[in-house]
């Protein structure tokens, strides 16, 4: 398995220096390898973890809140949408996979395999705004630092 420190994911996702801490201070991301305490000791991430930090990134970027990116992360391991970001999962080799935050209204999220039969209208339920994030292509491009 392969493991990564916090300054492994700042240089691969091009984090700034203590972005890493942070995320995991607003309890975004628990390393799931080693989540040690006390000082001198070293929090170690997995693959998984990886892509959960670039998807956060990505929705940082799209301007969505910590709190509700928060909020996700909280609903998508209650519902156990959090193997949808485990790059070993069998949906990585066989479909797309893309991540809809609603901006307003509930549910705050929800994951679509991408297909003709999925239109953009379905998904959005008549919402009027939504940021969508293609899971597949960000676990695509993180493969080289994954296998």
């Known amino acids: 398995m392969r493991e990564f420190t916090k300054k492994h994911l700042e240089e ?6 203590g972005t890493v801490d942070h995320y995991y201070r607003e309890e975004l991301v628990k390393p799931e390898i ?18 959960e930090f670039a998807m956060i990134r990505e ?13 996700l992360f909280v609903e998508a391991r209650k519902l156990g949408a959090v193997e949808w970001f485990d790059p070993n999962a069998e949906w990585l080799k066989k479909s797309r996979v893309l991540l809809v935050v609603f901006r307003q209204g509930e549910p705050v ?12 209208d379905r998904v959005m339920k008549g919402r009027t705004s939504a940021t969508i994030i293609d899971v597949s292509a960000i676990a ?3 493969k080289e630092f994954i296998t």
């Open 109 to 120: 999220f929800e994951f679509n395999w991408r297909s003709d039969a999925v239109t953009l």
């Open 59 to 71: 929705l940082v970027a799209s301007g969505i809140p910590i709190k509700k990116i928060k909020q």
């Open 34 to 51: 080693d989540d040690p305490t006390g000082r001198g000791t070293r929090r170690r991430y997995s693959a998984r973890n990886l892509i």
């Open 140 to 142: 695509g491009q993180l």
């Open 12 to 17: 691969i996702l091009g984090l700034k220096r």
